[in-house]
């Protein structure tokens, strides 16, 4: 019998995420989940799963260091690996709107589960913690969020002071483009589930020694 704390996965199996087991996390499990799962509330004009930020995260990233000073994806790899696995945790505890997080913020319960959860994928998936929580994860982030914003929501009557920090970013414009392409798209949860984890394979994959540009070139014919 399930345990209160624990929820059932596609494929049958069940995490407790009270003390989630790394060895019963999978990649195919997030990506179905993020394939489908809305940002925003769902409230959205158009269907945007968190899928599709983390994807666009990747490639900002990617085209972050494609542009710098970085001559080998060794250094690309770690922060871009980051910006597309940052929202994994969702997959299983959700999507929170940024108002419902100012409620749960204070529930130590609550937090503690999204803590060990996200420890057991940073674990499952072989991730760099260090990566996760950095700045430049945080500002993709946020530039994305931005760009969002701007797509989606540039009539709404509250400003989003969390994102005032990335109005002037040059990778903004790059940003809201992603946004554009992706939106158009609407394809079934099992198409997106199966780029997810086409991008995961290739991240996998990639050779150390080449360029942030192939790594960035790469990840665009995922659009």
């Not at 950095?134 to 989606?152: C, G, K, P, T, W």
């Not at 086409?198 to 994959?205: C, D, N, P, R, S």
């Amino acid at each position: 019998m399930l345990s209160r704390t624990s929820m059932t996965l596609v494929g049958g199996k069940a995490l407790d995420l009270a003390a989630p087991s790394h060895e019963r996390i999978h990649y195919n499990q997030i990506a179905w989940s993020l394939a489908d799962k809305g940002r925003f509330g769902d409230q959205s004009p158009v269907k945007w799963p968190v899928g599709n930020h983390v994807i666009c995260c990747a490639i900002l990233a990617a085209y972050h260091h494609a542009t710098g000073p970085a001559k080998f994806c060794g250094t690309a790899l770690p922060a871009v690996r980051a910006a597309f696995h940052h929202d994994d945790g969702e997959a299983f505890y959700g999507d929170s709107i940024s108002p419902v997080n100012q409620f749960l913020k204070e529930c130590e319960a609550y937090q503690n589960m999204r803590r060990a959860v996200d420890n057991a994928i940073t674990q499952a998936l072989n991730l760099d913690a260090g990566h996760l929580a950095s700045e430049e994860v945080h500002m993709y982030d946020l530039i994305m969020l931005e760009a969002e914003r701007q797509s989606f929501f540039l009539d709404a009557e509250d400003v989003w002071p969390v994102t005032e920090m990335v109005k002037d970013e040059p990778l903004l414009p790059l940003a809201k483009k992603l946004v554009a392409k992706m939106a158009m798209q609407q394809v079934p949860q099992a198409m997106a589930a199966r780029r997810l984890r086409g991008i995961e394979e290739t991240l996998l994959a990639y050779n150390p020694r080449s360029t942030p540009v192939e790594l960035y070139t790469d990840l665009l014919l995922f659009l």
